[in-house]
């Protein structure tokens, strides 16, 4: 059974903006006593601003997840840097990533993704790879489907992962046609 991290996400932002709310009004209560009330409006502004974005967020953040904790799910969100990886090539050989010299950078909203990776040859940084899309993820599933992307995936291609997070750590297992093509390891950038 299914359930939407919006309306959980929704719960948790509220609380924390209401507590922002009364710090802001008590904040701009005592401005205003101390007569500058030009400040109030600022603050008043900031609080109905931070209101507004948290709840524009809770709208979007609406991936699905049928099993797990939305937290986990949540997880997910942020700036990544690779650590390490390899994948099985069309010869069906294990190629390791640190052999390629590539480093990568992977970005998760709550909607979508995008990741840039670069070969470093001779010192010199060269485009490896990128691509751009929406995903959905699960307690322990992650699926991208690129909409840009070098590599030729076509449109509604997936790209599903098995993942886990441990500590600040995003790893992930990639099986196509019961075959395991890839694993990686991400630090958290954020």
């Known amino acids: 059974m299914g359930f939407s991290i919006s309306a959980i996400s929704a ?3 509220m609380g924390a903006i209401r507590h922002s709310v009364k710090a802001f ?23 109905s601003s931070v ?5 524009t967020a809770s709208a979007e953040a ?6 797990g904790s939305a937290a986990q799910v949540l997880a997910l969100v942020g ?23 590539l480093s990568a950078i992977k970005v998760i909203s709550a909607r979508h993704f995008s990741f840039t990776t670069m070969k470093n040859v001779d010192g ?3 485009f490896w790879a990128a691509g751009s899309g929406t995903y959905q993820a699960t307690a322990t599933e992650y699926t991208e489907r690129p909409e840009l992307n070098p590599f030729g995936a076509t449109k509604g291609a997936e790209f599903v992962f098995s993942y886990a997070i441990k500590g600040q750590e995003l ?10 093509k890839e694993v990686e390891v991400w630090q958290r950038l954020d």
């Not at 009004?25 to 609080?47: E, H, K, P, R």
């Not at 990886?85 to 294990?94: P, V």
Request: proline content about 0%; hydrophobic content about 40%.
């Open 79 to 101: 700036s990544w840097q690779l650590v390490s990886g390899r994948y099985l090539n069309e010869k069906h050989e294990w190629v390791d990533y640190q052999i390629l010299n």
């Open 25 to 47: 009004t008590l904040l701009a209560v005592l401005t205003s006593a101390s007569g500058f009330i030009g400040i109030q409006n600022v603050y008043a502004d900031t609080a």
């Open 11 to 13: 719960v948790s932002v």
């Open 124 to 126: 010199v940084s060269q």
């Open 171 to 180: 790893h992930t297992q990639r099986v196509e046609n019961g075959e395991l």
């Open 62 to 67: 609406s991936v699905d997840t049928a099993t």
């Open 51 to 55: 209101v507004m974005s948290a709840e």
